[in-house]
């Protein structure tokens, strides 16, 4: 992952104390740790077939393990909505992950990708969330930015803050900032752990400067409102031996640290040295300065704490038990897909398969158009889409605000009408879901037929009644040899129609607990494992493993395939498949 210029600056004159953590509280910035973990695992976790959810899984509690022999109790706080000030910042950041979405799915397996060059499967903040509920480990999801929260939270509590945003840096943590790149989680030992404390006072003591001018230096810096372009103006000024990007820092400092104070409160301190730095690099004041600043002072009082929601909404994204894309929909009427690994040769995103599903998400949070910004070829472009809203007089009764009251029945009816499908109790709980989105995404392929779409449907089948917990057989040990093999034949078509899946099963799995749960929640760890499927996605390897299928196993298959009717191809099916 990268690293920015102030961790390398503040690194290279270390600034920061070696310490051992143990026997103490710590809060975690969610989002940065979820990041992290997947790009940082060791063997490095599958990005180019969709992702390695089973494997994520494994690193996140052996992470959390490590914390809990360490006596670290840690209270994990995760990001919600971003609003609109961030949104010219959030749209430049989406069409940089577009290139590097398209460079990895390019980039031949045995080539390196350079540094920076991730992308993070779909799924992996629902796992996320999911282990820490199954953990027991506490937690919260912001309404809005998690930041705010996590320096409250940290300060209330008197314990260090475990990210990797170096907003932290800039931030009064009063009890420090580790940050995970050197965060020696896996060379724990002794119930202890190897990190480097970062304290804001030891940083103004080095640069003599005022700690009231931090959020001046954190706006001028750059950051995500705010980035004062001087042309090389402070580089030059700096005796740093650094690279451009730390010189430039060092020059900021050294000038801030020189601006006469005297005699001003904290506030007007901020307005004076501002004032200058402008001044000296022949800038006008510009509000979005004052805004960058303002962010950093007084974080407890920037924590969005309200939302045009329901309350009871509220509460479920809180929990966890609702995706945060709920509050964009309904605050901002704006949703933002992040790009993904697939095709593109196709103009199209895998988005587009889970159109009409989203239509019915925004239909039960809203009325009106939704704005959405996808992949048009190799642009980020917005489109307009319509909410919909249940068809029967009865189902239109549903309004969020009582929605959590509806019949089971009239909900489940609601999701079965979204992806056109009829659940069937012939099938054990934890797949009702995944089968019907599978019905739904099938059909949508079957529109236009390619030869992979059988096997990539197969492939998906075999994976379903695959236990790798439980006892081994012929079928499992040819399955875990398959996903240890990995793959070297990358076919851009089955990472498509995967990726379509993935998008189908994401927006289903939102949709089901907008309606409350009324099918029941899967396992999202155990939804899709890309490098096994991947392998799976060949006639010659289905047909070996169909025949090592037995006992409950089989018969489980057998009625898969007899719901999803794995051999029909005509547009003219039934539009509604019995799942």
């Known amino acids: 992952m990268e690293v920015s210029a102030l961790k390398k600056m503040i690194d290279d004159l270390s600034l920061c104390e070696d310490v051992m953590v143990e026997k103490t509280g710590l809060i975690i910035d969610g989002n940065a740790l979820y990041y992290f973990l997947y790009y940082t695992s060791d063997p490095k976790l599958d990005q180019?077939?969709?992702?390695?959810?089973?494997?994520?899984?494994?690193?996140?509690?052996?992470?959390?393990?490590?914390?809990?022999?360490?006596?670290?109790?840690?209270?994990?706080?995760?990001?919600?909505?971003?609003?609109?000030e961030k949104h010219e910042k959030v749209l430049s950041r989406l069409k940089n992950k577009l290139k590097k979405a398209k460079t990895v799915a390019e980039t031949e397996p045995d080539v390196t990708l350079k540094e920076g060059y991730n992308v993070l499967p779909p799924l992996v903040k629902d796992v996320f969330i999911e282990i820490l509920r199954e953990k027991g480990i506490e937690f919260k999801v912001c309404l809005g930015e998690a930041d705010p929260e996590v320096v409250s939270a940290a300060n209330q509590k008197q314990c260090a803050v475990l990210s990797i945003d170096k907003d932290f840096y800039y931030f009064d943590v009063h009890k420090g900032f580790l940050n995970l790149h050197n965060f020696e989680w896996k060379k724990g030992k002794d119930g202890k752990i190897p990190a480097k404390l970062y304290t804001r006072s030891k940083f103004c003591e080095h640069f003599k400067l005022d700690p009231a001018l931090m959020p001046v230096f954190a706006s001028i810096a750059g950051n995500d409102y705010s980035n004062l372009e001087d042309n090389g103006a402070f580089a030059k000024e700096s005796s740093s031996p650094g690279e451009y990007s730390i010189k430039r820092l060092d020059g900021m400092l050294g000038f801030l640290g020189k601006v006469n104070l005297d005699r001003l409160n904290d506030s007007e301190k901020r307005e004076r040295a501002l004032n200058?730095?402008?001044?000296?690099?022949?800038?006008?004041?510009?509000?979005?300065?004052?805004?960058?600043?303002?962010?950093?002072?007084?974080?407890?009082?920037?924590?969005?704490?309200?939302?045009?929601?329901?309350?009871?909404?509220?509460?479920?994204?809180?929990?966890?038990?609702?995706?945060?894309?709920?509050?964009?929909?309904?605050?901002?009427?704006?949703?933002?897909?992040?790009?993904?690994?697939?095709?593109?040769?196709?103009?199209?995103?895998?988005?587009?398969?889970?159109?009409?599903?989203?239509?019915?998400?925004?239909?039960?949070?809203?009325?009106?158009?939704?704005?959405?910004?996808?992949?048009?070829?190799?642009?980020?472009?917005?489109?307009?889409?319509?909410?919909?809203?249940?068809?029967?007089?009865?189902?239109?009764?549903?309004?969020?605000?009582?929605?959590?009251e509806a019949p089971e029945r009239l909900r489940r009816r609601v999701f079965e009408e979204a992806l056109q499908v009829q659940t069937s109790e012939n099938i054990p709980n934890q797949l009702k879901l995944p089968v019907c989105v599978t019905a739904f995404w099938f059909k949508k392929l079957q529109h236009h037929p390619?030869?992979?779409?059988?096997?990539?449907?197969?492939?998906?089948?075999?994976?379903?009644?695959?236990?790798?917990?439980?006892?081994?057989?012929?079928?499992?040990?040819?399955?875990?040899?398959?996903?240890?093999?990995?793959?070297?034949?990358?076919?851009?078509?089955?990472?498509?129609?995967?990726?379509?899946?993935?998008?189908?099963?994401?927006?289903?799995?939102?949709?089901?607990?907008?309606?409350?749960?009324?099918?029941?929640?899967?396992?999202?760890?155990?939804?899709?494992?890309?490098?096994?499927?991947?392998?799976?996605?060949?006639?010659?390897?289905?047909?070996?493993?169909?025949k090592t299928l037995n006992g409950q196993k089989k018969e489980i298959y057998k009625n898969l395939k007899t719901i999803l009717n794995p051999t029909t191809t005509e547009e003219g099916s039934s539009s509604e498949e019995g799942c």
């Open 48 to 84: 180019r077939c969709g992702g390695d959810y089973p494997g994520f899984k494994h690193e996140v509690c052996k992470f959390f393990k490590t914390l809990q022999d360490c006596k670290v109790n840690p209270y994990v706080i995760l990001d919600g909505d971003t609003g609109p």
């Open 276 to 404: 200058e730095a402008l001044k000296h690099v022949k800038k006008k004041a510009n509000q979005k300065f004052k805004f960058a600043i303002e962010r950093y002072v007084e974080p407890e009082k920037k924590i969005k704490t309200s939302s045009k929601l329901p309350p009871w909404v509220c509460k479920k994204v809180e929990r966890g038990e609702l995706t945060s894309f709920a509050i964009s929909v309904v605050d901002w009427k704006k949703i933002l897909l992040t790009p993904l690994v697939e095709d593109f040769s196709q103009r199209y995103s895998s988005y587009t398969a889970a159109y009409r599903i989203r239509q019915y998400f925004y239909g039960l949070l809203t009325e009106g158009v939704i704005t959405e910004y996808d992949r048009d070829g190799e642009e980020i472009k917005d489109y307009r889409v319509p909410s919909i809203l249940p068809s029967s007089d009865e189902q239109k009764k549903l309004r969020l605000q009582c929605l959590n």
């Open 450 to 546: 390619k030869p992979e779409t059988i096997n990539c449907l197969h492939a998906l089948l075999l994976w379903f009644v695959c236990e790798p917990d439980g006892p081994e057989d012929e079928f499992e040990r040819k399955m875990k040899a398959l996903k240890d093999e990995g793959v070297s034949n990358w076919q851009p078509r089955v990472a498509h129609a995967f990726s379509q899946w993935q998008c189908c099963m994401r927006q289903s799995l939102h949709l089901n607990q907008l309606l409350c749960s009324p099918l029941p929640e899967p396992q999202c760890a155990r939804l899709y494992c890309g490098p096994l499927l991947h392998r799976l996605a060949d006639e010659d390897i289905i047909k070996q493993l169909q």
